[in-house]
């Protein structure tokens, strides 16, 4: 497949997780807190032990794990020495093994292996820690501040965790913390802007979208999956005119468009075709060739912010201006608090208020909505 005359592909990226379940490069840093001799938490004001070549890390253990446990695990490597560490909700060792060879027999053998219900990640002290498969397999997401939008990330709530103060005592509850998600390559300002060059030829369409605030009622029209983003249409009463006098002129010309000869058919087309509006059914609406493969093509729906593949064939010309005045009737969001559950909010109407913009991205709108 050749490349997209658009932005690089998406950053690889991924949610902070549950803490009952994570590590990060923090916990490569000595812990502000160790277990001492009684099990209580101590401070530990020089933390100055060294990684070694013969120490092996371990993560995501039980919080009330012992290090004689931690030596059980290890039985068949012979561990000479561990150091237990917890740092808040997290948990993970280093373990000496005494030498190189059994470093590599106990990443082989652990590594992945659940533990407690537990999937635990093992790995050389000495080495940054590579992502876990079930970390591959999340969505778009990515610890980063949101002041760093202009690289296409922003931030939502995420729900409270519990974290344990020490052995026996009850779990108090964090404040919220904050999840970082990478901003959609189709909704970043860069891809929005070669749309409307090429679609519209106008890009006011973008300068309008920061104005709108206050209470709204959201038409969402598509979602992205396992992330706060969504499209939807602003309901007013110009967006009421623009609906009716664009899906009135498409049902009228229609059956007068041809269908595009196949050699026209190229990234960067604008055209015709069917979009499936769920129980409402197909309709032809405005859409964007993306890029074409053999007879496929990806295509996106301009007015409703979702992309799909369909045959070669069934793109008609809509290459005239005349249908291009209205702009799209979609637009990027970002729910501020949580995400939306799959597609069962599509085609539906959300009430609630307009909160901001994201940084860098001020033609994304941060939205509340009403319980």
Avoid at 74 to 88: A, I, M
Avoid at 162 to 169: F, M
Avoid at 197 to 203: P, Y
Avoid at 316 to 323: A, E, G, Q, W
Wanted: glycine content about 6%; aromatic content about 8%; proline content about 6%.
């Amino acid at each position: 497949m050749g490349a997209l005359p658009l932005p690089k592909e998406l950053e690889e990226i991924r949610l902070e997780r549950n803490c009952s379940m994570s590590w990060s490069s923090s916990d490569f840093r000595p812990s502000a807190q160790v277990s001492g001799e009684n099990g209580a938490l101590e401070e530990q004001k020089s933390p100055k032990f060294k990684k070694r070549e013969t120490e092996v890390y371990i993560g995501n253990l039980p919080l009330d794990i012992s290090e004689e446990e931690i030596r059980c695990l290890l039985k068949d490597f012979s561990p000479l020495h561990v150091h237990r560490v917890q740092n808040g909700c997290r948990c993970f060792a280093f373990v000496d093994l005494g030498s190189m060879q059994k470093v590599a027999l106990a990443i082989q053998a652990l590594n992945g292996k659940l533990f407690h219900k537990r999937k635990l990640y093992v790995n050389s002290s000495n080495r940054s820690p590579k992502r876990t498969p079930e970390e591959t397999e999340r969505p778009r997401e990515l610890l980063i501040s949101e002041k760093a939008s202009a690289q296409g990330f922003a931030g939502t709530t995420a729900c409270p965790q519990l974290t344990p103060k020490a052995s026996g005592e009850p779990c108090e509850t964090e404040k919220p913390k904050t999840s970082f998600f990478a901003v959609p390559m189709e909704m970043r300002g860069s891809f929005l802007v070669l749309l409307l060059r090429e679609c519209f030829r106008d890009l006011g369409w973008l300068a309008t979208i920061p104005s709108i605030g206050g209470e709204v009622g959201l038409l969402v029209t598509s979602t992205v999956p396992q992330t706060p983003f969504f499209w939807a249409m602003h309901i007013t009463e110009t967006l009421y005119q623009n609906m009716q006098a664009l899906f009135s002129a498409l049902a009228e010309a229609e059956e007068r468009q041809p269908y595009l000869q196949d050699s026209a058919v190229r990234r960067g087309t604008r055209g015709l075709a069917e979009y499936h509006l769920g129980d409402y059914g197909p309709a032809w609406n405005r859409c964007w060739v993306l890029d074409r493969v053999d007879s496929w093509v990806v295509v996106m729906f301009v007015d409703f912010g979702r992309s799909a593949t369909i045959p070669v064939q069934s793109l008609r010309t809509l290459d005239s201006d005349d249908f291009w005045t209205i702009p799209p009737l979609t637009q990027p969001f970002m729910l501020e608090k949580g995400i939306l559950s799959s597609n069962q909010v599509i085609h539906r109407i959300l009430k609630g208020k307009i909160t901001g913009a994201l940084n860098l991205e001020s033609h994304i709108l941060k939205f509340e909505e009403f319980k």
